[in-house]
């Protein structure tokens, strides 16, 4: 039986691999066109390669929900196209005992999937876009909203046009608002050095504002005092969808402690903690299709199903997380809802075969 188990899991987890590297290779292919036309200044085609091989495990990780769905419907759909499933069945096998065979090799995909996305996506992701920003120019336009990173510190907006890991900041702008929420300063710096645990300014237009008038003055240095750090920029750099699930968690208690809306990070929160739960969902939606309506149609057919459906999840997953801020409900539903969609019909699916 032990045997019947590893032949079971080999299968899916084989069909699993290649549908991941044709998925993955195919968004590689039409991203590194996109950058070919944004090449510019030192931004050139090895520079634009490096960017989109250090996103590899960006796309690996978002994609594996699907890449098991479809890599279940292939390697089983390949047994029950050679008749070996209704051999197994006939044996005495239960669908339980398949199920379970099949979630094993899932499982340990899901694991893999979670260090990828806690350890490697996050660092990945900044070095990747700090290097394509300061290849770029490091002197990015102030007024480029197309490029750059903000940030909140009380009732100080800041932007940053780059970020380099090592404690250099480029193009800053901060707009300062006062209690009635009325701007009343704003400063462009063009760099900021991080130096002895101390921010140092460096080339300051400084704009105060009053009701009455306005005041530039230039400044050539000055410390500031801030509770960043270049640690801490780490998570200004980086897109909620690609921070870790633990630094996810501590910034959306940051952002509450300080009264700033948090929900866009709790939906990458939730979404990210609950995507093994998603992938079990979708792979026993799999397993229903096998011994159900996909029981007897052609491998490319169960492919596109399982494209279809994988879309369909994801689609729901990505308009109910909007809809989630708009009518004000937990996060949390955007992706247990379809989570529980899937699962549903699958076990009625299961169920309604025998």
């Known amino acids: 039986m032990k045997q019947l188990d590893q032949y079971i899991a080999r299968h899916v987890f084989m069909a699993t691999?290649?549908?991941?590297?044709?998925?993955?290779?195919?968004?590689?292919?039409?991203?590194?066109?996109?950058?070919?036309r944004r090449l510019s200044g030192d931004y050139q085609f090895a520079e634009a390669l490096q960017f989109t091989a250090m996103r590899l495990p960006r796309r690996a990780y978002e994609y594996m929900p699907m890449a098991c769905l479809i890599g279940c419907l292939s390697g089983l759909g390949s047994l029950a196209a050679s008749s070996e499933l209704t051999v197994m069945r006939a044996a005495g096998i239960s669908v339980q005992r398949i199920i379970i065979a099949v979630l094993k090799p899932m499982a340990m995909l899901m694991v893999v999937s979670l260090l990828v996305a806690e350890f490697v996506v996050p660092s990945f992701e900044r070095i990747a876009q700090t290097q394509k920003?300061?290849?770029?120019?490091?002197s990015v336009s102030f007024d480029n909203?197309?490029?750059?990173?903000?940030?909140?510190?009380?009732?100080t907006f800041m932007r940053f046009s780059a970020i380099e890991p090592n404690g250099v900041l480029h193009g800053i702008t901060m707009y300062e608002f006062n209690?009635?929420?009325?701007?009343?300063?704003?400063?462009?710096?063009?760099?900021?050095?991080?130096?002895?645990?101390?921010?140092?300014?460096?080339?300051i237009q400084d704009l105060l504002i009053t009701p009455n008038h306005t005041q530039l003055q230039s400044i050539a240095y000055e410390d500031w005092k801030t509770q960043l750090t270049p640690d801490g920029l780490s998570v200004v750099m980086v897109a909620p969808a690609d921070m870790a699930i633990s630094t996810l968690f501590a910034y959306t208690r940051y952002l509450q402690q300080q009264n700033i809306n948090a929900d866009q990070y709790l939906l990458s929160f939730w979404r990210k903690t609950l995507q093994p739960l998603?992938?079990?969902?979708l792979v026993l939606l799999g397993i229903s299709f096998i011994f159900g309506p996909l029981r007897a149609v052609t491998p490319g057919y169960r492919i596109f199903s399982g494209i279809m459906v994988g879309l369909l999840y994801k689609y729901t997953e990505d308009i109910l997380a909007p809809v989630s801020i708009v009518a004000g409900f937990a996060p949390i539903w955007a992706s247990v809802i379809p989570i529980m969609l899937s699962a549903g019909l699958g076990l009625w699916l299961l169920k309604k075969a025998g």
Request: proline content about 0%; glycine content about 8%.
């Open 179 to 203: 209690a009635e929420n009325e701007l009343v300063r704003v400063r462009r710096i063009d760099r900021a050095l991080y130096q002895q645990e101390q921010w140092q300014l460096q080339t």
């Open 145 to 155: 909203r197309d490029q750059g990173f903000w940030h909140r510190e009380g009732n």
């Open 278 to 281: 998603g992938t079990f969902a």
């Open 17 to 36: 691999m290649v549908v991941i590297a044709v998925i993955v290779g195919l968004d590689a292919i039409f991203s590194m066109v996109e950058e070919i």
């Open 133 to 138: 920003t300061i290849a770029l120019g490091k």
